[in-house]
């Protein structure tokens, strides 16, 4: 069975930096697009960054020139290094991998559990 699990997060002063860690382990034959999405209280889940297996990235507005996303396939692993951290950079962070099984044929999202993110000072 497949299994999606976040690290890393954690309280910060505003500025600082935070870097979460998202790992698959399981029968993982192929892993596609990667993403990272946040939900703050009383909000909807957003994206916050995607990175294609092409590598090709996508961030959110709010987070351009801030946050990096990058991956590493041959460890099952997608980062977020969150850099200038803002009070409204406060939510649960959640890990997205859209991940062929070597016995599918075919690629689902598998999501972590998530990990709680806190910038105040």
């Known amino acids: 069975q497949v299994q999606v699990v976040e690290s890393g997060g954690g309280r910060v002063q505003p500025g600082g930096s935070l870097r979460l860690s998202c790992v698959s382990s399981?029968?993982?034959?192929?892993?596609?697009?990667m993403g990272w999405y946040r939900q703050a209280p009383g909000k909807q889940r957003e994206l916050v960054a995607q990175?294609?297996?092409?590598?090709?990235?996508e961030l959110g507005d709010s987070v351009k020139g801030r946050f990096t996303i990058s991956r590493d396939d041959a460890k099952k692993t997608v980062w977020l290094q969150m850099n200038s951290l803002k009070p409204e950079d406060t939510a649960v962070y959640y890990c997205?991998?859209?991940?062929?099984?070597?016995?599918?044929?075919?690629?689902?999202?598998?999501w972590g559990q998530g990990t709680q993110v806190t910038v105040s000072s």
């Open positions: 997205n991998q859209d991940i062929e099984t070597s016995y599918s044929g075919t690629y689902e999202a598998f």
């Open positions: 990175i294609t297996s092409d590598g090709d990235r």
């Open positions: 399981g029968p993982v034959f192929r892993i596609y697009d």
